[in-house]
């Protein structure tokens, strides 16, 4: 097991400001839904419309709609038109590497034998 040193120091010289704590929980926030998730997953790997989304989440084409215009309000999902086709992408590298990041995190746990719970 490796032990992380966590220290009060703001990495790159940046100060933590009650600003940016507050954006960085409403970001996390978003995503601490599980559809929400799902779907920055899944556009995380390519464009998808509300049809194909609701498919693959298993929900139907209006909740997925919801979380897509929750998302879109955040800045976390964008659209564009495509003919009579609204298509959804994540365009923010950032966004993609931590989601994918906490997932290879928590399958490597998994693969270990012990996944990290976390309750709020």
Known sequence: ??????TSQPVGGEEMTPELLQTAAGMFGMLAATVRLHIVWLLAHG???????????????QVVSQHLAKLRLA?????????????YLVDDR??????REMV?????????GGARGVSA
Request: proline share 0%.
């Open 1 to 6: 097991m490796t032990l992380v040193t966590v």
């Open 104 to 112: 290879a995190h928590l399958q490597g746990d998994a693969l270990q």
């Open 47 to 61: 464009e998808r419309d509300v049809g194909s989304l609701a498919e693959e989440v298993g929900a139907t084409a």
């Open 75 to 87: 800045g976390l999902v964008h659209a564009r038109r495509e003919g009579r086709r609204q298509v």
């Open 94 to 99: 950032h966004l993609v590497m931590m989601v």
